[in-house]
Each structure stands twice: as C-alpha cells, then as structure tokens.
C-alpha cells in the first residue's frame, strides 16, 4: 500500500528547520531546507529570515518555470537545491545547515568516519568532500550538484558545513542528524589517548512470527505512556539520536514491550510500541534490533524490569576507543553505575548470553564498544537516570582531562559508599 504525506510542504518544512534550530544544529540566520512537489515545485526556506520562529507563510514557491511565489525572497543557496535536483530525478528533499561538529570537519577538510558505529553509515549513504565556493553562486551550486550526481547522498562543504539529500525530508534530516552524531562523537574521543576502533561485530537480523492482541490493560497503556515520554526526553537531552536506541519495559512473564525499529523518536505514540510475547511480536510492528537481547535478559535478570540502550556522545567517545569508564568519580556517579564491564562488540553480537555474565545487581550498565551504553533499572526511570548518570560522568571524565589528572574515589571511600546506601554486591566481591 502506498502512503501519501497530507502535510502541506509549507508546514514540514517549518517542523522540520525547528527542530534543527532547537537541536543546536544551527543558527537563527543559517541553514537552509527544500522538497520538490510532483508538479516539479521547489518549496525553500526564504533568506534573512530568523529561523527560530519561521511561519509556514514565510516559505518560498519557485516554479519550474523560475517564477518565485512567496512574501520573501528564497534562500541564496537556491541555485545548489535546483541543481541537485535537476542532476538527481529520485531526490525530492535538500538540506543544509551549520551544527558546529560539522563545521569543525568541514574546516579540516575531513568527512567524519560513519563505519564507527553499527549501522549509521547506511544510513549516512555515501559521504563525500567537496570543495569551497562562494555560497549562493552558480559554481558553488554545480560542485555541489556534481557530488551528488557521483552518487553522493550526504556532502561536507569545505568551511561551510553540510548538505544532504533525501526521497523525504525525514531521510535527509536523519542523514545530517546522523552524521552530525558521529562527528561529535570522534571530537569528544579525540580527547582520549587511545585510538579509534571499528566494529568488529554486528547486530543480528531475527524474524518473529506475529500474533494478534486482543486488548492491554492499564500496567500496559502506561508502561507504553512512559516508554515514549522518556524517548522524548532522552532526544531532547541529546542522549540519543533517530533509529539508534531501544527501550523496553517488562509487562509479565516472556513478555515485554520494545520500542520499534527505524522510528522517529519525536513522531512516536504509544501505539507505535511493539509487544513480544512467548517469542512472537505484535501483528503489524517490527521490534527494535535489541528484541532478542532484552527477551534473553529479561529471563535471566528477575533483578531487572527495564533495559535501556542508547548512543550518547560522550559515553560513545568511550565505547570507541575501546576505553573504560571510571565511575569513581563523584559518590552520585558510583551508586547509580557502579564499575560499568566493557563488552566487543565482536563479543556482544555473538550472543547475548555474553553479557549476562557480567550482568547482576551490581552491576547494572555495560558499556560495548562502538555500540553503546545499556542500562537496567527495577523500573524505567532507574534505567533512564542510569542512562543520564552514565552520559554525565563520561562528560566530566572529558573535560577533567582537559585540565588536569584524574584522581578517583579511593577502594576505602568505595567500601564505605557501598555500605552507607546498602549497595548491592557480588559474591566475589564481598569476599575481597
């Protein structure tokens, strides 16, 4: 079945430079977005508007004749959107904006690395490089047109950001989005002395046959309510970013619900959750890629009722260069944490049982590397302040080394935090 988009072009794109400008990506004066229409109608975003409070009144209309309909005139870059679209017949959408990550690449002249992470260079499509020219000029609009028509899907501009394409609006958006999370991610491990690494293992495809619900009960609609509330939140504290996280709820004995996959985390309700029950998922919804490992925790760890897994980027600089993170550094940060194990990636992706020998009590956050930080909680929101707690001390250990050495918490003051919260303990610890 075919699904038609009944938003008018005006009002996506409007949605679309807000959420770019309220994510930081850029700037009131910078930045630019458009989709082609079925009549070959370009939709842009005007010039030396502020970008923080645009109106769908403010977009341009520029026919395929040249004819420019619109209360402002269109964005200098214009020419570049028309000629992307004129060397490439399946892009309908072209977005370019300043985040300071990607400018910061586009100043070196590098393209940030998206194999780094599983998953994110398909996403990505193929990155390229091209070359400086003076924005909003014709030459600029064909170097630009000219990348992608060599099959280009996201390009770095040099000293001036990015651009990305798209069938959609929301797949260039999550291109840039994407990219721009990996960028941050290898400034923030630039301050690490070791290397970066790349994945060594892979997230396995499963299929699940489907079954067919026949109601949910209160517990149900509002574990739901809180799984997407607490998604909204982690994108907007940028602990996560589109498609690259799960989180998942216990309802009962091998059953539980998990975010989908591929989903928007800002466009998601509560009946977008997808149920997997007794190894089967609800009719119509595809789980998100961690359904086989949350399904195989929740029957070995009774201690957990909620498993979070995200990609933050502080947390991330870690989990790619294949370095620990030291909880030891405030009280706050070892009771929520404690020592976190680090998993390969090769390791976690060959099987979850894997992991579950370093999970217990005591030790409820694993960090894999290239992959992510996974939290487990009694309830929901214990995972999600592990998640938090795990972002804030991997940041802390970042800017610390940036102004001096690091001195942890001491064994003693460990000993003594762990007795004054009755903090849970492994039987080989407690035997130290």
């Not at 009549?39 to 005007?46: E, S």
């Not at 994407?178 to 790349?198: E, F, K, M, V």
């Not at 609609?221 to 602990?239: G, S």
Request: some cysteine; charged content about 20%.
């Amino acid at each position: 079945m075919t699904t038609f988009s009944y938003t008018h072009p005006r009002n996506i794109l409007v949605a679309t430079l807000q959420r770019l400008y309220d994510y930081g990506m850029t700037t009131t004066s910078g930045g630019n977005i458009s989709l082609k229409d079925d009549d070959g109608n370009i939709w842009i975003t005007p010039g030396g508007i502020d970008k923080g409070s645009l109106r769908p009144e403010d977009i341009v209309k520029v026919t395929p004749a040249g004819q420019v309909i619109g209360i402002h005139r269109p964005s200098c870059e214009l020419p570049f959107h028309a000629a992307v679209y004129s060397r490439r017949r399946d892009v309908r959408a072209v977005l370019h904006a300043h985040s300071p990550a990607l400018v910061a690449f586009s100043m070196i002249g590098a393209c940030p690395d998206p194999t780094l992470v599983p998953g994110s260079a398909e996403v990505c499509g193929k990155v390229t490089f091209s070359h400086y020219d003076i924005p909003g000029s014709a030459s600029l609009g064909r170097i630009i047109a000219a990348e992608f028509e060599r099959g280009a899907d996201s390009v770095m501009m040099e000293n001036h950001g990015a651009v990305m394409c798209g069938r959609t609006i929301a797949e260039a958006f999550r291109r840039f989005e994407t990219l721009d999370y990996i960028a941050r991610i290898q400034i923030n491990a630039s301050g690490l002395p070791s290397p970066l690494i790349h994945p060594a293992g892979f997230p396995q495809h499963q299929e699940w046959p489907e079954f067919e619900p026949t109601g949910a009960s209160p517990e149900e609609c509002e574990l739901r309510d809180q799984i997407v509330n607490l998604r909204h939140r982690a994108y907007r504290q940028k602990l996560l970013f589109s498609g690259s996280a799960y989180l998942s709820a216990r309802l009962g004995e091998d059953d539980f619900l998990i975010t989908p996959t591929n989903f928007d985390p800002m466009s998601m309700n509560a009946g977008d959750m997808v149920r997997v029950r007794q190894g089967r998922r609800e009719s119509g919804k595809i789980p998100g890629t961690g359904a086989a490992y949350c399904r195989e925790f929740y029957r070995n760890c009774p201690w957990a009722n909620a498993i979070i897994m995200t990609r933050p980027p502080h947390a991330m600089a870690f989990a790619t260069t294949a370095t620990p993170i030291d909880s030891r550094t405030i009280p706050e940060s070892y009771i929520q944490l404690r020592d976190m194990p680090m998993l390969s990636s090769q390791e976690y992706f060959a099987s979850p049982k894997n992991a579950l020998k370093y999970l217990s009590p005591a030790h409820p956050v694993l960090l894999v590397e290239n992959s992510g930080v996974i939290t487990f909680g009694k309830t929901l929101l214990e995972a999600f302040d592990r998640l938090e707690v795990a972002e804030f001390t991997a940041k802390c250990l970042l800017l610390a080394s940036r102004i001096g050495s690091f001195r942890p918490i001491g064994e003693k003051q460990v000993e003594a935090i762990i007795e004054a919260f009755h903090l849970p303990v492994d039987e080989a610890e407690a035997k130290k």
